[in-house]
């Protein structure tokens, strides 16, 4: 119970947006459950722990949050990519404004100085 209360975790974690805890509480399911399949197809008893109907049922448990992870990783990759050339796009535009008004600063000096010397 304790690794399949793991995979519980990783989809928390994915929802807290930890993906690297994720990824580790996943893993680890994933690898128990390997274990634990390939326990049951060797074991010559009928173990109601090892019950292949649960088996498959948290495979796809498992299965399905690893797709959870994977979709919301993209998201927030996506997010964060837009936010970064935001980020870019106004840092070029408050630099072209700076220009500009610059630009302006000079132009008005130099109007004040033609008209101080006339």
Known sequence: KQWYQ???RGQYYVTMNNYVSARHTLACASSVLSNVQESSENSQYSDES???EKILKTR?????CWIKFCVN???DSVA????SDLSDKV???TEMK??????????EEMK???EEAA
């Open 98 to 107: 700076n220009t500009f008004e610059d630009e302006e600063d000079k132009e």
């Open 50 to 52: 090892y019950d292949n």
């Open 80 to 83: 964060d990519l837009e936010a």
């Open 91 to 93: 840092s070029k535009i």
């Open 6 to 8: 793991r995979r519980v």
């Open 112 to 114: 004040k100085a033609v």
């Open 60 to 64: 796809a448990d498992i299965e399905r």
């Open 73 to 75: 990783l993209l998201k």
